[in-house]
């Protein structure tokens, strides 16, 4: 049935979906907009006749040419309709593509006012359709993409001066985006010499667009182009931040060559707050307010200052669940640096403020600890405040260790132990400590996935007798614990851990023994909320001792190290209740994770390199002897460095068997990268596997779970319809 609606109203429906964003076409980045490949918008043609009358226009409005079978499905769908070239107005080439070029520019060419030209040819790529046929256009605005890789060869070096011809002869040409910066190779600024030497003469160009500097200097090739007299500007093509600008506007300035010559606009990020001058110096905020509502209202804006909504936002929600939006680094970093100034400013906003400044403490540089130690056993009021402590190594060392005072003979692992008079503070301290939600040896970071481990070779080490008044003090209110404990030599009580009743995550790395003929090991109910347990290193004892508790909240459990043979007791205890499991890439001969856990869903392989040998995974760790009729997702952490390891890869992904594994959708590597050209895309090894597997339903996705999308071939474009001819997205 076709569609009833007008036309102007299907085409306000259908425009946001297939207009392209003019700074997005525009954009010369080194990795194209358009590399993350969807689903073609010519779909949208197929509807109905009413879309397709509607949308033809659209769809071909802007064309991305990013691959010759593109190229040569454009070309046969304007032989097949001579009037759809003329709806072309915007057209960006990402490559050569041979003759193919003639026919699309001998189409569309009169009607361009926009065109978007890689300089970035590889030897392989012909250029002779677009040198014989940039005659048949005259666009209003030229855009060049350019970057180092290619170097200077005989296609681009004939493309570029066939362009810097151009650029002397077209009409209408007003404006130049072109790409070069102070840091490009010699070879590629053969290139740039090239197009600048042909803008000093262009008798019609008024603009040209420019990257901003890298450093504070412009560009040598302006002088050049500056010697245009039909020039009225050149223009910066990204905003510049706010705290470069006024140095950059100085310098501009105070040169005759770019003064009245180079614009920009500037970043609204980081700018600070235009805040008028009063119109009474002697003013006092507040002065009639009474003091109660005084400290509420300061009070409010000193939990903002302190960043202590972004720290317990994090702290409340976060288990180990990865989120990708989130950036690659600290959350804890903001409380590294509290405004200690606010505190300077008078004696009510140091009242005020001291909550916020002792909220969440880093302890970073070497000394920390001490000096926080000693303010908080000089009041111990502090450790009333206290909600996250984060201690690294470097901070309770009272001194930075010479060449002349380290101590070469002692082993590593004493070399992290803490220092005897940090040991007592720390034992002084945690008593104060009843309200502590966090104590993690370091930064915490939750952004990296597959999980890593936060407990490093250099983490702080706190003494076992520490660990125990821990518990005592703060194990009703402790939600996080990520430290590396020094284990005893006796065997100790599994009862150490009731403590911990609000423990959410988890991260274990202590080999302390655990008396296993205790009585009762553990309370059914101890460790009731723990979520996430990650085990860095453990004694085989551990995961006796928490298979006797219930772990109602359990959901995610990580070994970063080999899984003990006795997992599969704790597996078959637990295993229904998982959500994600983690193991390392040699365990598949002690336990079938599988087998053991029937009802997980996402599964995380870590690959091993222990004696710097690199293993890669074992199909055998995919292998249940029943099918797994719950396992949806993989995760492999893996990374390919030799033509060996390609092949031990492709020999796992071919013996993937979906009749064993009947529910698995999507297989994760979390160091895969999309080839982001034509080029890459023919020489990239994960290509044919991810539509091997897509034959299969199961879809291969990098660390973001963008997964592959098939490319439209050259033996696809030779019988390619009008309607699946237009840009592809």
């Given at each position: 049935m076709d569609c009833v609606l007008p036309d102007e109203i299907i085409s306000e429906i259908l425009s946001p979906a297939l207009k392209i964003s003019d700074e997005i076409f525009s954009d010369t980045l080194s990795i194209s907009p358009f590399a993350l490949h969807g689903h073609s918008t010519s779909a949208y043609l197929l509807v109905c006749k009413a879309w397709l009358r509607v949308s033809t226009p659209l769809l071909y409005n802007v064309v991305i040419l990013r691959s010759k079978a593109q190229a040569e499905a454009l070309e046969a769908a304007l032989e097949s309709?001579?009037?759809?070239?003329?709806?072309?107005?915007?057209?960006?080439?990402?490559?050569?593509?041979?003759?193919?070029?003639?026919?699309?520019?001998?189409?569309?060419?009169?009607?361009?006012?926009?065109?978007?030209?890689?300089?970035?040819?590889?030897?392989?790529?012909?250029v002779s359709g677009l040198c014989q046929s940039l005659s048949l256009v005259d666009p209003i605005r030229l855009i060049l993409h350019d970057v180092g890789g290619p170097g200077d060869n005989k296609q681009?070096?004939?493309?570029?001066?066939?362009?810097?011809?151009?650029?002397?002869?077209?009409?209408?040409?007003?404006?130049?985006?072109?790409?070069?910066?102070?840091?490009?190779?010699?070879?590629?600024?053969?290139?740039?010499?090239?197009?600048?030497e042909a803008l000093k003469t262009a008798p019609s160009v008024e603009e040209v667009i420019i990257p901003v500097p890298t450093f504070m200097a412009m560009p040598p090739y302006l002088a050049k182009i500056r010697q245009n007299p039909v020039l009225k500007r050149v223009t910066l093509k990204q905003p510049v931040p706010w705290d470069w600008a006024l140095e950059l506007r100085a310098y501009i300035d105070s040169d005759p060559l770019f003064k009245d010559l180079v614009k920009f606009s500037i970043s609204d990020v980081d700018r600070p707050p235009e805040i008028a001058p009063p119109s009474n110096p002697l003013f006092t905020p507040m002065d009639s307010v009474p003091q109660d509502v005084q400290d509420k209202?300061?009070?409010?804006?000193?939990?903002?200052?302190?960043?202590?909504?972004?720290?317990?936002?994090?702290?409340?929600?976060?288990?180990?669940?990865?989120?990708?939006?989130?950036?690659?680094?600290?959350?804890?970093?903001?409380?590294?640096?509290?405004?200690?100034?606010?505190?300077?400013?008078?004696?009510?906003?140091?009242?005020?403020?001291?909550?916020?400044?002792?909220?969440?403490?880093?302890?970073?540089?070497?000394?920390?600890?001490d000096r926080f130690s000693a303010a908080l056993l000089g009041d111990p009021c502090i450790g009333k405040h206290l909600i996250s402590l984060a201690v690294t190594q470097d901070a309770v060392m009272p001194e930075i260790r010479d060449s002349a005072s380290y101590n070469f003979e002692e082993s590593e692992e004493e070399q992290h132990n803490m220092p005897p008079k940090a040991q007592e503070h720390l034992l002084a301290m945690l008593p104060l400590l009843d309200g502590l939600v966090s104590?993690?040896?370091?930064?915490?970071?939750?952004?990296?996935?597959?999980?890593?481990?936060?407990?490093?070779?250099?983490?702080?080490?706190?003494?076992?007798?520490?660990?125990?008044?821990l518990a005592s003090a703060a194990g009703a209110t402790l939600r996080r614990f990520c430290l590396q404990v020094v284990p005893p030599v006796e065997a100790q009580s599994?009862?150490?851990?009731?403590?911990?009743?609000?423990?959410?995550?988890?991260?274990?790395?202590?080999?302390?023994?655990?008396?296993?003929?205790?009585?009762?090991?553990?309370?059914?109910?101890?460790?009731?909320?723990?979520?996430?347990?990650?085990?860095?290193?453990?004694?085989?004892?551990?995961?006796?001792?928490?298979?006797?508790?219930?772990?109602?909240?359990?959901?995610?459990?990580?070994?970063?190290?080999?899984?003990?043979?006795?997992?599969?007791?704790?597996?078959?205890?637990?295993?229904?209740?998982l959500t994600e499991l983690m193991i390392v890439t040699v365990d598949s001969k002690d336990v079938n994770v599988l087998d053991a856990c029937p009802d997980l869903?996402?599964?995380?392989?870590?690959?091993?390199?222990?004696?710097?040998?690199?293993?890669?995974?074992?199909?055998?760790?995919?292998?249940?002897?029943?099918?797994?009729?719950?396992?949806?997702?993989i995760v492999l952490d893996v990374s390919l460095y030799s033509r060996k390891e390609e092949q031990t890869m492709e020999k796992f992904i071919k013996a993937i068997d979906p009749s064993l594994l009947p529910a698995l959708r999507e297989i994760q590597i979390s160091q895969l990268f999309w080839p982001a050209t034509e080029r890459d895309i023919a020489k990239s090894v994960w290509v044919p596997w991810a539509e091997y597997l897509l034959a299969k339903d199961i879809k291969l996705t990098d660390p973001d779970g963008r997964h592959w999308t098939p490319r439209l071939s050259t033996v696809k474009a030779a019988r390619v319809s009008t309607l699946r001819a237009g840009r592809r997205r």
């Open positions: 309709n001579k009037d759809l070239g003329s709806f072309i107005r915007k057209l960006r080439v990402e490559g050569g593509y041979g003759i193919t070029m003639r026919t699309i520019l001998k189409a569309s060419g009169p009607n361009i006012t926009d065109l978007l030209l890689t300089l970035a040819i590889w030897s392989s790529d012909a681009n070096l004939q493309l570029t001066k066939k362009v810097a011809e151009y650029i002397q002869l077209w009409k209408r040409l007003k404006i130049v985006d072109i790409p070069f910066t102070l840091g490009w190779s010699t070879s590629n600024m053969n290139r740039c010499d090239v197009i600048c209202i300061w009070s409010r804006i000193f939990y903002f200052v302190f960043e202590v909504d972004v720290l317990e936002e994090h702290l409340a929600s976060d288990i180990n669940i990865f989120r990708s939006q989130e950036p690659i680094r600290d959350i804890f970093i903001e409380s590294q640096f509290p405004s200690l100034s606010t505190m300077l400013v008078s004696k009510q906003f140091k009242r005020l403020s001291t909550p916020y400044f002792y909220r969440h403490v880093v302890l970073v540089e070497y000394g920390d600890f104590f993690t040896g370091g930064f915490y970071n939750v952004a990296i996935y597959p999980p890593q481990p936060q407990i490093y070779h250099d983490t702080l080490a706190m003494p076992w007798i520490a660990f125990q008044v599994p009862l150490v851990l009731e403590p911990f009743s609000a423990l959410r995550s988890m991260e274990w790395k202590c080999l302390v023994e655990f008396n296993l003929e205790s009585t009762p090991m553990l309370a059914p109910g101890a460790l009731a909320n723990l979520e996430c347990i990650s085990l860095v290193d453990y004694h085989p004892s551990l995961l006796d001792v928490l298979a006797a508790a219930e772990l109602p909240a359990l959901r995610r459990l990580f070994f970063h190290t080999n899984v003990a043979r006795n997992a599969e007791h704790f597996l078959k205890r637990h295993g229904s209740k869903p996402v599964l995380i392989c870590c690959t091993h390199d222990t004696d710097t040998k690199y293993v890669l995974p074992s199909i055998e760790l995919f292998t249940p002897s029943q099918p797994h009729l719950r396992l949806t997702k």
